[in-house]
């Protein structure tokens, strides 16, 4: 029987230079989950000032989940434990879903990704391994506070998109739903509460720079 080939450190950092790559220019592979928009019909009467907002703020949910794919593809290139590097990677390709959905709002709404993608991607990045290496049970941890400030962020969007904007709801909506799993998820896994310095004061203000730098990058 033929062994299987162990990747070397240059096979797997080339591996993740090619997922970033697909991440950032919208060519990663999916779960294939149904499109949650699929046959609501576009809101007739929005406006460009509408359609500008949706926009921006579709914007942010994109770069969002350009930022979480690094961030998981981080924590698990330094993970030591297979399970939980291959719950990472689970995640993370489940987590490709939110972002081919988010890259089609974009299209129909003519607006377009963050200028800052290679950035949030690799920035994630450093700071999965870096949480990564502080032990596997707050690098869990991470992952559920990471989620909870995503669904911050959602709500928040769910209150200023343009009303009866349904496709921008519903694949919202189904995003709330997928992060609240992950985070639960992660701390069924084992993961621990991070000290109340990065769950009250960095995590906070990582999420405020990256919405409003979004915003308008």
Same mark, same amino acid.
């Given at each position: 029987?033929?062994? *299987? #080939?162990?990747?070397?450190?240059?096979? *797997?950092?080339?591996?993740?230079?090619?997922?970033?790559? #697909?991440?950032?220019?919208?060519?990663?592979?999916?779960?294939?989950?149904?499109? $949650?928009?699929?046959?609501? !019909?576009?809101?007739?009467d929005m406006t460009e000032a509408e359609r500008d907002l949706a926009g921006r703020l579709m914007r942010i949910n994109h770069a969002g989940e350009v930022s979480a794919q690094g961030l998981y593809r981080g924590q698990a290139?330094?993970?030591?434990?297979? !399970?939980?590097? @291959?719950?990472?990677?689970?995640?993370?390709?489940?987590?490709?879903?939110?972002?081919?959905?988010?890259?089609?709002?974009?299209?129909?709404?003519?607006? #377009? &990704?963050?200028?800052?993608? &290679?950035?949030?991607?690799?920035?994630?990045?450093?700071?999965?391994?870096? *949480?990564?290496?502080?032990?596997?049970?707050?690098?869990?941890?991470?992952?559920?506070? *990471?989620?909870?400030?995503?669904?911050?962020?959602?709500?928040?969007?769910?209150?200023?998109? $343009? !009303?009866?904007?349904? &496709?921008?709801? !519903?694949?919202?909506?189904?995003?709330?739903?997928?992060?609240?799993?992950?985070?639960?998820?992660?701390? @069924?896994?084992?993961?621990?509460?991070? $000290?109340?310095?990065?769950?009250?004061l960095l995590m906070p203000f990582l999420s405020k720079v990256m919405t409003k730098t979004t915003y308008r990058v």
């Open positions: 029987m033929a062994k *299987t #080939r162990q990747l070397s450190l240059l096979d *797997t950092v080339l591996g993740e230079i090619d997922h970033a790559l #697909r991440t950032v220019h919208g060519t990663l592979a999916t779960t294939e989950r149904p499109y $949650p928009a699929q046959g609501l !019909a576009e809101k007739a290139f330094v993970a030591q434990d297979s !399970a939980l590097k @291959q719950h990472l990677h689970q995640a993370a390709i489940e987590e490709s879903d939110h972002l081919a959905w988010c890259s089609q709002r974009l299209q129909v709404l003519n607006a #377009r &990704p963050s200028l800052l993608g &290679p950035f949030w991607y690799w920035g994630s990045f450093s700071i999965g391994a870096i *949480t990564g290496k502080l032990g596997d049970r707050l690098s869990l941890g991470f992952v559920k506070e *990471t989620e909870d400030q995503v669904i911050n962020h959602i709500n928040e969007h769910l209150t200023r998109l $343009p !009303a009866n904007d349904l &496709p921008d709801l !519903a694949v919202l909506q189904q995003m709330k739903a997928d992060e609240d799993k992950h985070g639960n998820e992660a701390m @069924q896994a084992g993961g621990a509460q991070l $000290p109340w310095p990065m769950r009250k």
